[in-house]
């Protein structure tokens, strides 16, 4: 933990510290374990906003942190958040009486937009949403698969801002649908921008502008969408993170094909979530360790093949304690994509 430590500081949890909104997690576990799940759900919604999608996609840094692993494992922490509010078919949303604050635009309805329309909304204020999609979530609703994500959960948390009262505007664009000039003019007294991060990281490599060639989020996101994609023959995925996870699984469950991580470390570094991996593997995606992409052979526009250079460990490590992989010469070769 980052904070000066006393000399009892076991008493404070460390899981805490490390959550992003410092959820109460010993009172929601001490509730759980007493049987008592009401409880448990008012603990959880204090400060969590959307519950329901962080039981299932939050990268759960509480757990590395938990002092469990000292002795096995950690608590499973996001698991046991999802158990709560799963059961909470019965719960009914706070609703305030009136809407007569200060009139509040939140631009971006993601999950940084949900979260402050929903403490604003709470407090008593007027809140409206502009968003450029057609549906609440950001990248969430947009790039989360749906079996990871069922579009039901995600309307549990959705559904509470409405019993707010928060009024949403789909399909309007900042600076193009309206300006920050106008909301004011419109009699919104305060502006929040919360528009989230939503570029990929590009390999960098000449022809990525080729047929056949994606960005992770906007791949994810046509997929979501439903739109129709052309997988091809054999489909090749880059990087070993969460959204690599959900790409690779993606692109096997909707095209049927073989489809192949390409990763230039080996399978122990990988920075995904461990049950990620393992439901990578159980699914029969191939795993091309120690191979980092070199060139992207095309054909007329098209993509044909991603040529790949054999990397080595040696005995140096990075700051992070990590292998540190190294390019083997004469070692390129040919994977069709």
Same mark, same amino acid.
């Given at each position: ?10 008493? &404070? =949890? ?18 759980? !374990? ?33 002092? !469990? ?6 608590? @499973? ?25 200060? &009139? ?11 979260? %402050?329309?929903?403490?604003? =909304?709470? %407090? ?9 999609? =057609? ?7 947009? @790039? ?39 909301? !004011? ?8 921008? #919360? ?6 990281? #590009? ?17 994810? !996101? ?14 090749? $995925? ?6 690599? #996870?959900?790409?690779?699984? $993606? ?18 570094? #990988? ?9 990578? /593997?159980?699914?029969?995606?191939? $795993? /091309?360790? /120690? ?45 069709? /994509?």
């Amino acid at each position: 933990t980052s904070r000066e430590l006393s000399l009892f500081d076991c008493i &404070k =949890a460390p899981c805490v510290d490390e959550c992003p909104v410092n959820q109460n997690v010993p009172q929601y576990m001490s509730a759980v !374990r007493e049987g008592d799940i009401k409880e448990a759900q008012r603990v959880v919604r204090a400060d969590n906003p959307i519950a329901c999608i962080l039981g299932r996609v939050c990268d759960h840094l509480c757990e590395q942190t938990c002092v !469990r692993s000292h002795l096995d494992e950690p608590v @499973a922490i996001r698991d046991i958040k999802r158990f709560i509010v799963d059961r909470e078919e019965d719960f009914v949303a706070e609703k305030h009486d009136g809407r007569d604050g200060p &009139k509040v635009a939140i631009i971006g309805a993601g999950p940084g937009g949900m979260a %402050a329309a929903y403490e604003l =909304a709470k %407090a008593g204020l007027d809140v409206d949403v502009f968003e450029q999609h =057609a549906y609440a979530g950001g990248m969430v609703s947009g @790039a989360v698969p749906e079996y990871r994500l069922p579009r039901a959960i995600f309307d549990q948390d959705f559904k509470r801002l409405l019993d707010l009262g928060v009024t949403f505007h789909f399909g309007m664009r900042a600076g193009q649908d309206f300006s920050l000039a106008q909301l !004011r003019r419109n009699g919104f007294e305060h502006i929040a921008i #919360m528009v989230g991060a939503q570029l990929s990281k #590009m390999l960098g490599l000449d022809g990525e502008e080729s047929d056949g060639v994606f960005d992770a989020l906007r791949f994810l !996101r046509r997929a979501r969408e439903g739109h129709v994609i052309d997988y091809g023959k054999h489909v090749g $995925v880059v990087g070993a993170g969460d959204t690599a #996870m959900d790409c690779a699984r $993606v692109a096997r469950r909707q095209s049927g094909c073989p489809v192949s991580l390409i990763y230039r470390r080996t399978i122990d570094q #990988m920075p995904a979530d461990r049950e990620e991996v393992r439901h990578l /593997l159980d699914e029969g995606i191939e $795993v /091309l360790e /120690l191979c980092k992409p070199q060139r992207l052979v095309t054909d007329d526009g098209q993509l044909n093949t991603l040529v790949c250079r054999r990397m080595v460990f040696k005995n140096d490590r990075d700051a992070g304690g990590r292998k540190i992989p190294h390019e083997l010469e004469n070692a390129d070769f040919e994977v069709p /994509l």
